[in-house]
Nanobody
């Protein structure tokens, strides 16, 4: 099993920045693609960004392109999401996800991921 723990969320003013981290533990050698999703109140969980394990393939949701940057440190078993130019519509609980099935693509569907963290709240005030 792979356990995921997010950190780095908080309250920030519009235009500000936050950096989320996701620490993976357990059978991390089985972790392939990792990603970030978010869920705002009353809305469905949506894809934010994903990064493959070996070839660094990356995908972003259109809404965050140019503002968010996903990265991972495989040696530290940690996933990051640098969020710049935050807007009130970015307010949500952000979830880290990991895929433990073989596959080296930057998957965008929640169903492609098997392991999830508990989430970290990001609130952007206007």
């Amino acid at each position: 099993q792979v356990q995921l723990v997010e950190s780095g969320g908080g309250l920030v003013q519009a235009g500000g920045s936050l950096r989320l981290s996701c620490a993976a533990s357990g059978r991390t050698r089985n972790t392939y693609t990792m990603g970030w999703f978010r869920q705002a109140p009353g809305k469905e969980r949506e894809f934010v960004a994903a990064i493959s394990r070996s070839y660094g393939r990356i995908n972003y949701a259109d809404s965050v392109k140019g503002r968010f940057t996903i990265s991972r440190d495989n040696a530290k078993n940690t996933l990051y999401l640098q969020m710049n130019a935050l807007q009130p519509e970015d307010t949500a609980v952000y979830y880290c996800a990991a895929r433990v099935r073989v596959g080296d693509y930057a998957y965008t569907a929640a169903g492609d991921y098997s392991n999830w963290g508990q989430g970290t709240q990001v609130t952007v005030s206007s």
